[in-house]
């Protein structure tokens, strides 16, 4: 007798694996379950039927049943993870999921504003040359004729490194350094990092500026409107009109201020012109003849204009923005707008 159910239980054990195996669900997996391993279950059947044997022969068989229970239990465990793993599987590789695509960069307004700058003036045939942030007093203001106790050179506007560093306030400082290099003809256009000790909403410490400059035989006032005319067409629209205002710089004589029409109201007057239909985008005027004495220049044989203008300005009027410091705030919403 008790043969026959050691014989019973290894086919409860041989069936449940395979139902376990062949559960192609864990609804159809909780149902084999149930029928092997529940309540009233095969395995519970059997250990009624244990209890019913001879006394000798129940250690025999009672071994035999607890071994199925181990064998069966571990069966449903490990056809249970194999189902788990398959689902997981199967969210992880949905292939009619698109990929996903990594965010691609571009170029900071600012850098794109400068090159858009510089392109303009390399098609009217100016070249393109940089320099150091860190200058000395001579190129940023003495050689630049600014007097000794010229407001710009206190503390107040200037950022020192040294008693005799400081961080250009302009890019201008490359006029003189660029003449005292070459010999005119001078066609060049140089832009840069620039440092002032200020800050509001059209004010950053750090800010930049493309410097102009042009030395040839025989320049004219009418030369700098005509190149500063083509500019702003090119840069903003092709009608764009220009207004020069009498200016001063140390460095240059006579000095204009330019504005444009502008951008919004064209020249009827709005609140980004504070009603006056203008908006001053540069400095400028003709190379003041003190400063061709600091780098050799002839100033009866040359003549020549120079400017320059905020990047940072230029691209707030072109895009329509009003807070300088949004530039620097590297807010990916303000800067994936351009
Ligand atoms: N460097 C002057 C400024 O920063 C601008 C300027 C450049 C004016 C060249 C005249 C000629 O304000």
Redesign the pocket.
Known sequence: MSSGLIERIREAVDSALQAFQAAPSAGALEAARIEFLGAKGRLAELMKALGALPKEERPEAGSAANAARQAITAAHQAAAAALERQAGAADLLDVTLPGRRQPRGHQHVVSRTAAEICDIFARLGFSLVEGPEVETDFYNFEALNFPPDHPARDMQDTLFVSRELLLR????PM?VRTMEKTQPPVWVVVPGK?YRRDSDISHSPMFH?V??LVVDQGITFADLKGVLTAFAAAMFSPDTQIRLRPSF?P??EP?AEVDIACVLCHGAGCRLCKGTGWLEI????MVDPAVYGFVGYDPDKVSGF???MGIERVAMLKYGLDDIRMFYESDLRFLTQF
Not at 169 to 172: A, F, N, P
């Open positions: 306030t302009h890019t201008s006029q620039t500026q410097e102009g710089f460095f240059t000095s540069l400095g400028s005027g120079a400017f320059g």
